[in-house]
């Protein structure tokens, strides 16, 4: 079966650091480009990043640019959100989101989200 | 940035009624256009991509349209399974973004 597996979300302080991983099975993650994608609490989806299956290419929304960065274990099919300098505002639900292959991204493989509380 | 504009945000329907829902970008996305449903507490879900095309294993009553600025996603003969949130993304250029999400209750 064909899934993405978030960790790592928790409790963290304002101004504090944390990591969030993704783990992919039933397919080659660097044969594909991924995502983040979050969900502050009763609002909408807010895409995060894109990253390349080959690790060259990557984008960021505005409201991360500088704060977070990701990064990619392809020996361990894993790819990894760093959040640092976090907020309250970075309080959401995280989730990997696998980009479909064809000529526009969207996403047609989702993990069920790690949970990231910013709080002091 | 491409904004997307999703209406209504919420709807009241009952079973067996036809639903539409529309996404209108700020720029011309060609057909570079996703939907998306989401349950409580739950992952969304792809339903089209490409603004016409039906992912595997989604019911035939879903179906999208539009190009260019304008799209509609519409579920006929809605089922008790259907109520839920529905967003679109526009998948043709970076910044990807998402509409605001349109919620389709019980009536």
């Known amino acids: 079966e064909v899934q993405v597996v978030e960790s790592g979300g928790g409790l963290v302080q304002p101004g504090g650091s944390l990591r969030l991983s993704c783990v992919g099975s039933?397919?080659?993650?660097?044969?594909?480009?991924m995502n983040w994608v979050r969900q502050a609490p009763g609002k909408g989806l807010e895409w995060l990043s894109y990253s390349r299956g080959s690790g060259s290419t990557l984008y960021l929304a505005d409201s991360v640019k500088g704060r977070f960065t990701v990064s990619r274990d392809n020996a361990k099919n894993s790819l990894y959100l760093q959040m640092n300098r976090v907020r309250a505002e970075d309080t959401a639900v995280y989730y990997c989101?696998?980009?479909?292959?064809?000529?526009?991204?969207?996403?047609?493989?989702w993990g069920k989200g790690t949970t990231v509380t910013v709080s002091s | 940035d491409i904004q997307m504009t999703q209406s209504p945000s919420s709807i009241s329907a009952s079973v067996g009624d036809k639903v539409t829902i529309t996404c209108r970008a700020s720029?011309?996305?060609?057909?570079?256009l996703a939907w998306y449903q989401q349950k409580p507490g739950k992952a969304p879900e792809l339903l089209i991509y490409s603004a016409s095309n039906l992912e595997g294993g989604v019911p035939s009553r879903f179906s999208g349209s539009g190009s260019g600025t304008d799209f509609t996603l519409t579920i006929n003969s809605l089922q008790p399974e259907d109520f839920a949130l529905y967003y679109c993304q526009q998948g043709g250029s970076f910044p990807l973004t998402f509409g605001a999400g349109t919620k389709v209750e019980i009536k």
């Open positions: 720029q011309s996305i060609a057909s570079s």
């Open positions: 989101g696998r980009d479909k292959r064809g000529p526009d991204d969207c996403m047609d493989v």
């Open positions: 039933g397919f080659t993650l660097s044969g594909y480009n």
